[in-house]
C-alpha cells in the first residue's frame, strides 16, 4: 500500500477539481449533493472532470442518503452508471451497502458482489458507511474478499475525537494490510493530519471542508487550502 502521503479531495464541480489538483490534490473524489453525505454525479461532471485533470479520479456510487438499498431500480440505475463511468476510465469507485441480519448491520455482500461486477477492472473505495459496521476488525477481513476494494474511508469511529482514534486506526491499519489501505476522512484537518502521521501508519487524507472557503459544505475548493496540506506532508517526509 501508499507509502508516500496521499491528499484526496472530495470536488462537486470541475473548478473543484482543478483547484484540488493546482494546489497538490494526489486523488479526486467526484461527488453530488455534498449536504447529503455524498451522492452519485452526473456523468457529464465526471466525463468534465476527467479531462480536465491529470490526477486520478474516484467516483462515488449512491443513489440514496440511506446505505440500505433494496429498490431493484435504484440498483439497475447504479448499475448503469457504474458501466458509464467505467468507460471514462475513472481510477476508481467510491461505495458501501448495508443490510440487517437478525437486527444487527452488516456488509450486504450480495449487492457489493453485483455493482462491483459491473467495472471488474476498477478498483472501490468502501465508503463510511463502514462506521456502522459494530466490529470493524472482522469486517476488514470481510472486505478482503474483493480484490478491487483497495480502501476504506473512515474517521475512525465519529463518537470519537481525534486523540483517541489513534488506537482504533492502528489496529484498523494492522488488520487492512497488505491488500487494503485506510483512508482517514470525516472532519480531517491539519491537526489531525499531524496527529496520524506522528502515532499511526495512516498515509492517506481525505478532505472536505476543510478545503474550502470558510470551512463549508457549500464553499469552493481553494488551492491555497489545499497547499497548505501538500505542504504539511512535505515537510513531514519530503517525499511529495
Not at 458501501?96 to 452488516?106: M, P, Q, S, Y
Amino acid at each position: 500500500m501508499a507509502t508516500k502521503f496521499i491528499l484526496e479531495v472530495i470536488a462537486c464541480s470541475v473548478d473543484d477539481a482543478v483547484a484540488a489538483q493546482s494546489g497538490g490534490a494526489d486523488r479526486l473524489e467526484i461527488i453530488s449533493h455534498f449536504e447529503l453525505g455524498g451522492l452519485t454525479p452526473p456523468i457529464n461532471l465526471v466525463q468534465d472532470v476527467v479531462s480536465s485533470v491529470k490526477i486520478p479520479v474516484r467516483v462515488m456510487i449512491r443513489e440514496i442518503e440511506n446505505f440500505f438499498v433494496e429498490d431493484e431500480r435504484i440498483i439497475e440505475r447504479m448499475c448503469d452508471r457504474i458501466r458509464s463511468f467505467s468507460s471514462l476510465c475513472v481510477d476508481g469507485l467510491v461505495l458501501g451497502f448495508l443490510k440487517r441480519n437478525n437486527g444487527i448491520t452488516a456488509i450486504d455482500h450480495d449487492l457489493l458482489a453485483r455493482l462491483l461486477s459491473c467495472a471488474p477492472g476498477v478498483k472501490a473505495t468502501f465508503h463510511r458507511a463502514f462506521e456502522e459496521l459494530p466490529d470493524p476488525v472482522l469486517s476488514i477481513g470481510e472486505l478482503k474478499r474483493y480484490s478491487q476494494i483497495d480502501r476504506i474511508l473512515t474517521s475512525g469511529g465519529q463518537q470519537l475525537e481525534w486523540p483517541e482514534k489513534i488506537t482504533v486506526f492502528r489496529e484498523m491499519e494492522e488488520a487492512a494490510r497488505p491488500g487494503i489501505g485506510i483512508l482517514a476522512g470525516g472532519g480531517v484537518d491539519q491537526e489531525a493530519v499531524r496527529l496520524l502521521i506522528d502515532s499511526t501508519p495512516v498515509r492517506e487524507f481525505h478532505l472536505g471542508r476543510a478545503v474550502r472557503a470558510d470551512n463549508r459544505i457549500d464553499g469552493v475548493v481553494e488551492s491555497d487550502r489545499v497547499r497548505e496540506f501538500a505542504r504539511l506532508l512535505k515537510n513531514k517526509n519530503g517525499t511529495k
